[in-house]
């Protein structure tokens, strides 16, 4: 393959800007190319994020930093360069975004206040701003971090002066300028030990490098639009190991090791894959390349055959990230649940869950244990004394969250030398109210009350099927039927779960309360769960709704209102 | 105070700690000079304080921590911005070091530094 430059006669357009004067206008234009150029490249940037660090989007940070600078001067046709570097100054402060902003508006503060109220810049003023850009910048904090977009600055005035001493050229300096802050970019990694453990360049510096390298490209007669093709190092290359959700048109990961014949063009091979799919990374060591796509199924041997077609292949992989994700999924399913260590003199709270998502709810308000039962599941009095006995505290209190339960926590309750009291709950959403109340260090008796108090401050709902036909409370109910209890009782029956649903919560006044929590069990479908839940949604819009995956069997919903 | 509680004994924190912590993350915020004393009296407040505990306030209620922070930010820097930052650094770093988590980070800004 062949490289196939954008660009007619670079040479040529440097001689006619070198022609023109480094003047406001001037200034304007490379203000507009190094944004786009940044924009164009913003996804890069922002994948430059050392999760978790607090500044995550920097690439997004510093266009719209950029674009505020923008804004401020898209109306002006000042001449003076000074004056409109002052603009692009005020303008990149009012807008920004995040700490690369910060120093990016201060960095063009800096910039501004040396070419003061100059009319054209040479390259000395140039070198002179530069270096004033970078102490303006390193002031505006008291212990300078290196190995970011400060050091990026410190090494661009350092080159600029160097450059000086060589041409007195201006372009002939941005293009020396660039070049250090490439290789300062990369250099990050070994001044800032938490990039090189994440195997990533500085996410400011490398914004900071495309701002310039975009202005360098502009002059150079470069496509600015087309994002970079670029080659980094094979290690850096980040293989997603899980994956939590996979977009439309990712079903397909491929990594493929090849060795191409002869040079490789990046411009021309982006630009082909990219119809192809997305999240493209490409790595190169020791003359071997390995590229990164996601693909949807589609065009899962497309990449192959592609490369293929100029290279030699050394290895595939194919991987199904559908597949892989339902795996991780059902692995969540089936994790442990975490629940709360107890201190000794503590009180704690063994709870019965019908279901392992609502086991997860409990232990995550804190309680000590959990007992597995609910309806036509009932612990033994002896599951119950087991979930406790062994705690290292004797101030107890069980949550049956049934009220067949009750009876055999009042039988575990007797039958210990441990201080226990019954809350009696007789529904889950009940038991998860009277949990909120929980103090593990306050006074036993009054948390009792509390938490007892707390049970008649939610409404409770479950949806089942009926398994005979009946007729209560003057409503008939025929076998096969969705049947809809409010707090125990039948207040609705309907041949379609969405219409009992939505039946369950006008009979318990849904509209009085504020909160709709649903938990949906374990033999729901995902996708009828979004159904309703999208009928639930339209139908109470100012509420706040949450779908909480309950796992219960039996009962299809279970839902609080309160 | 900030206690975790094992089998083998239990582990304490000071707000001493905190605050030196906290003090160290802010020092490294970007557009943040220095910290000030947070009881001053007005026409002091140029005064920047080397002891972190002078400068945070840290409150631990037994569940949750609050900071608060007084700073003193370089002139010409975007305040909003830089007080964003300086809380979300402050709480990433608390949060790393106690794994506790931190309930609000509020950031008083008691002066501008003018370093022209």
Redesign the interface.
């Given at each position: 393959m062949e490289l196939n430059e954008s660009d007619p006669n670079p040479a040529e357009n440097i001689e006619t800007f070198n022609r023109r004067p480094l003047d406001g206008l001037t200034l304007k234009k490379l203000i507009e190319a190094g944004l786009s150029w940044l924009r164009t490249n913003q996804q890069t940037v922002n994948a430059l994020n050392v999760f978790?660090?607090?500044?995550g989007d920097t690439g997004t940070n510093m266009v719209l930093t950029m674009q505020a600078a923008l804004d401020e001067i898209s109306n002006s046709s000042e001449r003076n360069f000074g004056k409109m570097a002052h603009a692009v100054a005020q303008g990149a402060?009012?807008?920004?975004?995040?700490?690369s902003?910060?120093?990016l508006?201060?960095l063009w503060?800096g910039f501004a206040r040396s070419v003061d109220n100059q009319e054209a810049l040479n390259a000395a003023n140039l070198a002179q701003a530069f270096a004033s850009a970078r102490d303006?910048a390193y002031?505006?904090?008291?212990?300078p971090?290196e190995g970011t977009i400060l050091t990026v600055a410190k090494d661009i005035a350092t080159e600029a002066n160097e450059a000086l001493k060589d041409n007195t050229d201006p372009v002939a300096m941005l293009k020396r300028v660039v070049e250090a802050a490439d290789l300062s970019v990369q250099r990050t990694p070994d001044l800032l030990p938490v990039l090189k453990d994440a195997g990533v360049v500085d996410s400011g510096g490398k914004g900071l490098f495309f701002i310039l390298e975009g202005m360098l490209r502009f002059i150079q007669g470069q496509s600015l639009e087309t994002p970079l093709s670029y080659v980094q190092p094979l290690s850096s290359i980040k293989i997603d190991e899980t994956m939590t959700m996979v977009e439309p048109g990712q079903d397909y990961e491929l990594v493929i090791d090849f060795y191409p014949q002869g040079k490789l063009d990046l411009e021309g091979f982006y630009k082909h894959l990219e119809e192809i799919g997305t999240s493209i990374q490409l790595g190169e060591g020791d003359g071997m390349y390995r590229l990164h796509i996601h693909v949807p199924t589609e065009n899962k041997y497309v990449p192959i055959e592609y490369i293929e077609s100029f290279a030699t292949m050394q290895k595939v992989t194919i991987e199904n990230l559908l597949a892989q994700l339902e795996q991780i999924q059902n692995q969540e399913k089936d994790s442990q649940i975490n629940l709360t260590?107890i201190?000794p003199g503590q009180i704690a709270v063994i709870a019965v869950a019908p279901g392992k998502g609502i086991g997860r709810v409990f232990a995550s308000l804190g309680v000590a244990n959990l007992v597995a039962g609910g309806q036509t599941m009932n612990p033994s009095t002896q599951e119950i004394l087991n979930a406790f006995e062994n705690l290292p505290t004797d101030k107890i209190v069980l949550l049956p969250n049934n009220k067949n339960i009750i009876g055999a926590a009042d039988n575990a309750a007797g039958l210990t030398v441990k201080k226990v009291a019954v809350i009696p709950s007789k529904t889950i959403p009940q038991g998860l109210a009277s949990m909120l109340r929980l103090s593990p260090?306050g006074n036993f008796d009054e948390v009792v009350q509390e938490m007892i108090a707390a049970l008649d401050e939610v409404e409770s709902g479950e949806i089942t099927q009926a398994t005979r036909s009946v007729e209560i409370n003057g409503i008939s109910v025929k076998e096969g039927e969705f049947i809809a209890l409010l707090n125990n009782k039948l207040v609705y029956a309907s041949s379609s779960l969405e219409a009992s649903c939505l039946g369950l919560l006008e009979r318990g006044h849904a509209e009085h309360f504020e909160l709709i929590t649903m938990f949906y069990g374990m033999e729901m479908e995902p996708t009828v769960v979004t159904q309703i839940e999208d009928a639930v949604r339209r139908a109470y819009p100012m509420h706040e709704i949450e779908i909480k995956d309950g796992g219960q069997p039996h009962y299809h919903f279970i839902i609080s209102l309160e | 105070m900030n206690q975790e509680s094992s089998t083998l004994g239990s582990i304490h924190v000071s707000p001493r700690a905190i605050a030196t912590i906290v003090y160290q993350a802010a020092l490294r915020s970007y557009g943040v000079v220095g910290l000030s004393p947070k009881n001053l009296v007005d026409g002091i407040s140029h005064v920047l304080v080397k002891e972190p505990v002078h400068g945070v306030d840290v409150h631990y209620d037994g569940n949750k921590i609050e900071i608060d922070i007084y700073v003193i930010v370089e002139y010409g820097t975007r305040i909003a911005s830089v007080a964003s930052s300086v809380k979300n650094t402050v709480q990433y770093h608390v949060e790393k070091a106690l794994g506790l988590p931190v309930h609000a980070v509020n950031v008083h800004i008691r002066g501008l530094r003018i370093s022209e």
């Open positions: 978790p660090v607090p500044d402060l009012m807008g920004a975004r995040g700490n902003g910060v120093i508006s201060q503060r303006t002031k505006g904090v008291v212990r971090v260590p201190e260090h | -």
